[in-house]
């Protein structure tokens, strides 16, 4: 019993990692109307810029996630600027392509300058608490609770601000937003700068999980994030956090069932095939009509 | 003087050249020649009978057509009789919702209340596909033409289902491909020459200017072998002179493919040139039906338009 | 003949002509003893340029022609390389077929149908998906695929399959004592190369090709002209899928099949040559399938350890320089002065098709939407 509860424990704190990232894709997909499909690898920059300070300054892990959360901004921002910007009204095909060109891009800059070679990036010592006999990380908490927190900000930046109110006006009707005196290239940059400091955060608690980065680090968490904000529907800031959850309990229980564990990607996958074929707007997601 | 008769083979032109069938039209020539001395005396008898609409089959028949987005009735209640041969209008200001008819009875949207006939047959809820084989073709208003291929595959494109011929075939050049090719290759030219469009069958169709975009539309659509066509607004964006020539056209298209048209058009002088009957939408509601111009001097059909 | 007509002939046998006189200069050469291993081209790196010809068109089928993106074609490879080359060692050690080129088309097809089925199962997501969430569901398709076989372990304690693979994850390799192609790999993998052209260009240049093009341009308007789109998704897929299996399973007669071959790495390279050839041409997907795996081997002797990363490096600027020359808005004006033509949907590539320069004159005309 115990072992199931805290496999649902490591299940939350690791779909709040989920849908950190998946928060990211979300305002992007919602906004740009594009796939960042090179969000994942900001999250494996973001790592490395805290191995940097850690790891080769050997500075305090607290500066580390300062200088990860500003360069991952600052190279969003950068990204959308150079690659995405000049494409804004091409065919989506081109994008798309674009993007995994920009991933691509990433990943072979950090193997060139970092190597292949997994490095270790060691953050803070995580003690484990006892809570009703059951002993769960710390980390485990500090992720969840920051995941909370970072949504219900989200959610009143979104309602309550003129920046919210434009990203709002932007995702439902680019033309007219425009038209009305809205700032869309700023707009859509803010959205990444956004999407991308959630991302250098969810690094970096993949960083407390284990302390080990690589130039491919983020591709699969990306991807995964991915699932989870369809999952949840995509344009939705609730949903991107329903979603990763329910994929990070689902990932953690096949890990944790012997036979099933080679498969658990295979299995995170084909929730996102069955999802998408049974119902391709997610869990809150909006259906939308087709213009003739 | 001695009169003899004389054998003659009577042939009625348009203004184009091409041979017009006068029974379609409900006329009929006789012509009577007389050698007299060294000249002719032709006695020509042109006989009209009106044509009898009510005793032509229905081809379009809609009865309570609706459609609902969200809160927002976009066409309520659309009853439709559209007789073989006709040529039909739609008209209405904009946002009426008639591209939205369009869109139901090409099964793009499926209608929330009613249904449509074609030729008797219920079409309600079909697939597009479906309703283009029982014989519904139609243009776009913002033009939809395939860009990257030329012309004449374009309309290649519109004879598919007309050349049967699977991919087994095609893949290793069996005879039966060769010869689906070549019929497709000259039906599409023909339709191409109709549409006086045969000259650009190599360009891509993108590289058409606009009016003959729209008459490639109409080209393509007719090699889907329709028997009802929904032409959207073929007028759009066209110059005076464009428009007459579009309204030959539009007459040319009805005898010679022998199909039904329903249009939509903002262009009054078109519509009251060349439709018989008419419905005008307005807000969704039908305003007025009926004919051409009896509906468009009515009062409320004018205030519709010119507003208070 | 007029000169267009000429051009038509040209144009209809160009690609044929290319892979001709590869294999016209180099067969004389490797029988002269002049190519061989150790020579400036190998005919290791020729049967992997024929290999990578038939993946990158058959990749181009999807992209080029059909407009959807598929990001699992390594994992179509796979299938055709696992079943191929289990089929190739069976049929061998059964004494089933003897002679090589026999057993060699026979995994061909066999793993061609495989991998076909699975293109099959693929495409059917692609009847309700479309762009961004179908190039994810091939992503995971691919992934899906890889996990499967590489926990999948073949390892009877007898008969013809006997120690074949006994580490799913490293995989296995064919050699003469399991059936390897006992002949010139090259030439053959060439004349299946020609074959898979026949068969890509013939099918592109007819009724079906052009409704997969009409789909690609305007998928409503294929819809109401009757194009029946599910068919002919579930078709390109299905094809597309056959013939990387194919070359997946003349890759089991070349080398390795592992694992950490067919990643969603390998996918990104055979997108890099469909984009660079130009989408939707096949001259190109030949052309740049030869010129990029030339390079690559080439390079792969100077840039060792983490500078072989530079490889990727250069197809992410390829692919992001190529997309925003061809399709960034503002570009319009400077691909007009080169006469490349700006059509939605289609990006071309280095040698994608020109569009005719007309001088009819162009009447602007703003249509408003309705409804």
């Known amino acids: ?292 | 003087m001695k009169k003899t008769k004389a054998s003659v083979r009577t042939e009625v032109l348009d203004k184009y050249g091409r041979p017009v069938d006068l029974k379609e039209e409900g006329m009929d020539v006789q012509v009577e020649a007389y050698r007299i001395g060294g000249g002719f005396d032709l006695d020509i008898k042109i006989k009209k009978e009106p044509p009898k609409k009510h005793d032509r089959p229905i081809v379009l028949k809609a009865t309570g057509l609706s459609i609902q987005f969200g809160g927002l009735k976009a066409v309520d209640g659309l009853d439709l009789e559209i007789r073989e041969g006709e040529l039909y209008g739609l008209i209405g200001p904009n946002g009426a919702g008639k591209t939205t008819v369009f869109n139901m009875l090409t099964g793009i949207y499926k209608p929330t209340f009613g249904r449509f006939f074609l030729c008797g047959k219920d079409l309600t809820g079909k697939t597009p596909l479906e309703i283009n084989r029982e014989g519904i073709a139609r243009t776009f208003q913002n033009i939809r033409l395939f860009n990257s291929l030329t012309v004449l595959e374009n309309v290649m494109v519109g004879l598919n289902n007309q050349v049967p011929c699977t991919v087994w075939s095609s893949m290793f050049r069996l005879p039966r491909h060769m010869k689906s090719e070549k019929i497709a290759r000259e039906r599409a030219h023909e339709i191409l020459r109709i549409m006086g469009l045969d000259e650009y069958s190599d360009y891509l169709a993108q590289n058409l200017p606009y009016g003959k975009q729209r008459k490639l539309e109409i080209a393509r659509a007719l090699a889907t072998n329709p028997k009802l066509l929904l032409l959207d607004e073929p007028a759009a964006g066209m110059n005076p002179n464009e428009t007459q020539e579009l309204m030959d056209t539009i007459r040319f298209v009805r005898e010679k493919f022998k199909v039904t048209i329903l249009l939509i058009e903002h262009d009054m002088k078109l519509v009251s040139g060349i439709c018989e009957n008419l419905t005008v939408l307005n807000f969704g509601q039908i305003l007025a039906s009926g004919d051409t111009h009896e509906v468009l001097n009515r009062p409320e059909v004018v205030k519709a338009y010119l507003g208070d | ?371």
């Open chain 3, 1 to 371: 003949m007029n000169k267009t007509g000429l051009n038509k002939v040209f144009k209809n046998y160009i690609n044929y002509l290319i892979i001709v006189a590869i294999m016209l200069v180099t067969i004389p050469l490797y029988f002269g003893g002049i190519l061989n291993d150790s020579s400036f081209v190998t005919p290791n790196m020729l049967t992997q340029m024929a290999f990578t010809i038939i993946l990158v068109m058959s990749l181009n089928m999807v992209v080029g022609f059909l407009g959807e993106l598929s990001l699992g074609h390594a994992g179509f490879m796979y299938v055709g390389a696992y079943v191929g080359g289990i089929l190739c060692c069976y049929l061998y050690k059964s004494g089933l077929v003897v002679q090589s080129t026999h057993r060699l088309i026979i995994c061909m097809l066999i793993g061609g149908l495989a991998a076909a089925i699975f293109g099959f199962i693929i495409g059917l997501p692609a009847l309700r998906l479309r762009g961004d969430y179908l190039a994810i569901v091939t992503l995971a398709f691919g992934e899906i695929v890889r996990g499967i076989l590489k926990n999948t372990k073949i390892d009877p304690a007898e008969g013809p399959l006997a120690g074949l693979i006994k580490n799913p994850a490293t995989g296995f390799s064919l050699n003469s004592s399991k059936g390897k192609f006992d002949g010139d790999l090259f030439i053959f993998a060439f004349i299946v190369a020609i074959v898979v052209l026949f068969c890509i260009q013939n099918l592109m240049k007819s009724k079906h090709g052009r409704a997969i093009q009409a789909i690609k341009d305007n998928e409503i308007a294929a819809r109401t002209m009757g194009v029946n789109i599910t068919y002919y998704k579930l078709i390109t897929f299905t094809i597309a899928a056959f013939f990387a299996g194919v070359a997946g399973a003349l890759f089991a007669n070349y080398s390795v099949v592992s694992y950490a071959q067919f990643s969603y790495n390998y996918s990104i390279e055979i997108l890099v040559m469909v984009v660079l050839g130009g989408m939707g041409s096949l001259t190109g997907s030949i052309i740049s399938s030869v010129l990029l795996v030339f390079i690559n081997t080439k390079l792969q002797a100077v840039l060792t350890g983490d500078l072989a990363s530079l490889k990727y490096l250069v197809y992410a600027l390829i692919l992001i320089f190529m997309m925003i020359l061809h399709s960034a808005p503002k570009l319009a004006g400077l691909r007009e002065k080169l006469n490349w033509g700006y059509v939605s949907g289609k990006i071309k590539g280095i040698f994608g098709k020109k569009t005719k320069n007309v001088s009819i004159v162009e009447t602007e005309v703003s249509s408003n939407e309705e409804n």
């Open chain 1, 1 to 292: 019993m115990s072992e199931i509860i805290s496999t649902i424990i490591n299940g939350l704190s690791q779909g709040g990692v989920y849908a950190l990232i998946a928060l990211g894709y979300t305002m992007v997909y919602g906004i740009a109307k594009m796939l960042n499909f090179a969000h994942g690898d900001i999250i494996m920059v973001g790592s490395y810029a805290a191995f940097v300070v850690v790891g080769m300054m050997s500075s305090s892990p607290f500066l580390a996630i300062f200088i990860a959360v500003v360069v991952c901004t600052a190279l969003g921002i950068l990204v959308e600027r150079l690659a995405y910007r000049p494409l804004r009204g091409a065919p989506s095909l081109s994008v798309l392509i674009t993007a995994i060109g920009v991933s691509y891009l990433l990943q072979s800059l950090a193997q060139i300058i970092f190597g292949a070679t997994p490095v270790m990036v060691p953050m803070f010592d995580f003690k484990f608490v006892d809570i009703g006999g059951i002993s769960i990380k710390i980390q485990s908490l500090i992720t969840l609770a920051v995941c909370a927190v970072v949504i219900v900000l989200l959610l009143f930046v979104i309602k309550k601000t003129k920046v919210g109110r434009a990203m709002v006006a932007v995702s439902e009707d680019r033309g007219a937003a425009q038209l009305m005196g809205v700032n869309v290239n700023r707009t859509i940059a803010i959205t990444f700068a956004i999407g991308s400091a959630l991302a250098a955060l969810a690094g970096i608690f993949s960083l407390f999980v284990s302390p080990v980065t690589s130039p491919t680090f983020g591709a699969l968490p990306g991807i995964k994030a991915f699932v989870a904000a369809v999952i949840g529907g995509i344009g939705s800031i609730p949903g991107a956090a329903i979603g990763g959850i329910i994929l990070g309990v689902v990932e953690q229980f096949a890990l944790s069932v012997p036979f099933l564990s080679p498969y658990a990607d295979a299995i995170v996958f084909s929730i996102l095939i069955v999802v998408l074929l049974v119902r391709p707007t997610g869990i809150l997601g909006k259906k939308q009509r087709e213009k003739v």
